[in-house]
């Protein structure tokens, strides 16, 4: 185990405060998905080239971003390798029926109580498929946000999604110092280049929504 899944599971360990989740994360998964589907329903077909907090990608290739993990999330629930997963293309008309479809892929992947007690692992964390399937919903959750923010929508966060979020990003990303992070992440995974897909946290009031808590700890401004 490497230093950095060992720190993941000591946090999981001391983490006290609605850790039902954590054992079995799937309600929480439908529930993310629900609140994703309603955000990506809502994208104009004019706004698909729009930039978004994402600087490397548009609305479009964000939607695809947005697919592609839950897709990720499907391959790891059928004993699948997670990264040989490419992100693939929708006609423009048919974002909502594409994540439709892979949210229930997702969910099906993991319809057995027994892949929640699979060992996984994946660069950054290492723990039971319970664990594994948890860590997803900061990434989730952030890029909704930022499909949000890009498309000028308002959701109603889950707020117990969120904050299952929020625990998760806490536990993988560190407050500073996070090219170091994904440096050991990228050799882990026998990349060459250093991509580092989050900066550093942003200070926001501990008193500040959920959301905004957890894009601030994601590297996003939500006041901007």
Do not use: K
Request: with cysteine; net charge negative.
């Amino acid at each position: 185990m490497t230093g950095l899944s060992r720190h993941n599971a000591v946090m999981t360990t001391q983490t006290s405060v609605t850790t039902d989740h954590l054992n079995d994360p799937r309600p929480m998964l439908d529930r993310a998905i629900a609140t994703g589907g309603f955000v990506v329903a809502g994208v104009r077909p004019e706004q698909l080239t729009d930039p978004t907090p994402c600087t490397d990608m548009d609305v479009r290739a964000l939607l695809a971003h947005l697919i592609g993990v839950l897709n990720r999330v499907a391959a790891l629930g059928n004993g699948e390798n997670p990264f040989a997963v490419s992100e693939t293309t929708v006609p423009d008309d048919r974002w909502s029926d594409a994540w439709r479809q892979s949210g229930r892929r997702a969910l099906d992947a993991w319809s057995e109580d027994a892949v929640l007690e699979r060992p996984m692992a994946l660069p950054w964390i290492e723990g039971s498929g319970a664990q594994v399937l948890a860590s997803y919903f900061s990434e989730l959750t952030v890029h909704t946000w930022d499909l949000a923010t890009a498309t000028g929508q308002q959701p109603d966060w889950d707020v117990t999604v969120v904050t299952a979020a929020l625990g998760a990003a806490r536990q993988m990303l560190p407050a500073e110092n996070r090219r170091a992070l994904y440096a050991e992440i990228s050799a882990a995974r026998g990349l060459e280049e250093v991509t580092v897909p989050f900066a550093e946290a942003v200070p926001i009031s501990d008193d500040a929504p959920a959301i905004d808590r957890l894009v601030a700890w994601n590297g996003r401004d939500p006041r901007r």
